[in-house]
């Protein structure tokens, strides 16, 4: 990384989710029902779902990353989020965004997820 292309210190590296909006709470739930096929836990607690930002528009943007670049289901992953959250009412378009920055860690799974792995 270049030091032009590193982020200014103290900005966030996750941006922050639209957790006001109204339909967040739908898109998080219907992001739970997509699952890594190798791992008996939803994308959402696994910590895969990084950004959901929803404008006034009621257009959602997914930012999410894999476990690992190599994930063998990276190229359909986001197809699957998007098919889940597309039908929700009220929501008028959904894109969904891959990043590998920051990389995923076990830190960001949810206690529930650690719980079910047997990491706690």
């Given at each position: ?19 006001d ?7 998080v ?19 895969l ?34 098919d ?37």
């Amino acid at each position: 990384m270049t030091e032009a292309s590193l982020p200014l210190e103290g900005t966030p590296l996750i941006a922050p989710s639209s957790t006001d909006h109204p339909l967040y709470e739908s898109v998080v739930e219907a992001c739970r029902t997509v699952y890594d096929p190798e791992i008996p836990v939803n994308i959402y607690d696994l910590g895969l779902i990084y950004t959901i930002d929803i404008n006034d528009q009621n257009e959602a943007r997914i930012t999410m990353t894999l476990t690992a670049p190599g994930c063998p289901v990276a190229g359909e992953m986001p197809g699957w989020v998007s098919d889940a959250v597309g039908p929700i009412a009220g929501l008028q378009d959904v894109q969904v965004e891959l990043t590998w920055e920051p990389p995923w860690g076990m830190d960001l799974m949810s206690d529930e997820a650690r719980l079910e792995l047997g990491f706690m």
